[in-house]
């Protein structure tokens, strides 16, 4: 968290959130049925009405997605949902009859009554969402960075033991390797001063351990020749 790959990830996301339409928010539905009521050419309105049936679709859809993906966001999504279905029952009800009857006045009536009403509650409920999310967002990151440290303190612990320990391990292995290699050559520098009575006293089983006690026992032996 707070890394140059975190700032890139949530960079991009802030874009695409800055440049594409939101899909649970009901603004573009509102900018369509303005542009309805302006336009002239059927075609046109047709293409307008077809494209405000793909907007209650995706929101819909959003809608949906935070239910089941984000359970603890529900009391947010409906405060959000339910003026946003005002907004289209509306537009569905009153709207859109009063359009087809060509009464202009009726269809302006609906879209700055009941609709704006409810679009203006759905945009109040998405600035109250907006303004919890980011205080959640910065506590989450807070926490998340106060575990990234916390983790990051009981690796170098755990890497501190570790050192500690192949180290230990390490002394170990070269007193083992020490030891006997000291006592040999104490053996031999006797034997090269004519000294056949030093007696070496070698505990361990190891190579090292073999080889000293293979010494003494060669010793031994000359001295019994002698």
């Given at each position: 968290?707070?890394?140059?790959?975190?700032?890139?990830?949530?960079a991009t996301k802030d874009l695409v959130a800055d440049?594409?339409?939101?899909r649970a928010y009901a603004l573009e539905a509102f900018l369509v049925a303005h542009q309805m009521l302006e336009a002239t050419d059927p075609n046109a309105r047709l293409q307008l009405s077809e494209r405000m049936s793909e907007l209650r679709q995706q929101f819909e859809s959003r809608q949906a997605y935070w239910h089941t993906h984000v359970p603890s966001s529900r009391a947010s999504v409906n405060e959000v949902y339910a003026p946003a279905q005002r907004f289209f029952m509306?537009?569905?009800q009153l709207f859109l009859p009063a359009l087809a009857a060509r009464d202009l006045p009726a269809a302006r009536a609906a879209l700055n009554g009941q609709m704006r009403t409810a679009f203006e509650q759905h945009r109040h409920a998405i600035d109250?969402?907006?303004?919890?999310?980011?205080?959640?967002?910065?506590?989450?990151?807070?926490?998340?960075?106060?575990?990234t440290r916390a983790a990051l303190a009981i690796g170098g612990v755990v890497l501190l033991l570790l050192v500690v320990l192949c180290g230990a391990a390490t002394l170990a292995v070269l007193r083992s390797i020490e030891v006997p290699l000291t006592r040999?050559?104490?053996?031999?520098?006797?034997?090269?001063?004519?000294?056949?009575?030093?007696?070496?006293e070698m505990p361990a089983t190891n190579e090292f351990g073999e080889m000293t006690r293979m010494a003494q026992t060669?010793?031994?032996?000359i001295r019994d020749l002698l």
């Amino acid at each position: 968290i707070g890394g140059a790959t975190y700032t890139r990830i949530t960079a991009t996301k802030d874009l695409v959130a800055d440049v594409a339409p939101p899909r649970a928010y009901a603004l573009e539905a509102f900018l369509v049925a303005h542009q309805m009521l302006e336009a002239t050419d059927p075609n046109a309105r047709l293409q307008l009405s077809e494209r405000m049936s793909e907007l209650r679709q995706q929101f819909e859809s959003r809608q949906a997605y935070w239910h089941t993906h984000v359970p603890s966001s529900r009391a947010s999504v409906n405060e959000v949902y339910a003026p946003a279905q005002r907004f289209f029952m509306a537009y569905e009800q009153l709207f859109l009859p009063a359009l087809a009857a060509r009464d202009l006045p009726a269809a302006r009536a609906a879209l700055n009554g009941q609709m704006r009403t409810a679009f203006e509650q759905h945009r109040h409920a998405i600035d109250a969402v907006l303004k919890g999310s980011d205080a959640e967002i910065a506590r989450e990151e807070a926490e998340s960075r106060s575990e990234t440290r916390a983790a990051l303190a009981i690796g170098g612990v755990v890497l501190l033991l570790l050192v500690v320990l192949c180290g230990a391990a390490t002394l170990a292995v070269l007193r083992s390797i020490e030891v006997p290699l000291t006592r040999m050559r104490e053996l031999f520098s006797a034997m090269a001063q004519r000294n056949l009575t030093l007696q070496l006293e070698m505990p361990a089983t190891n190579e090292f351990g073999e080889m000293t006690r293979m010494a003494q026992t060669a010793v031994e032996s000359i001295r019994d020749l002698l």
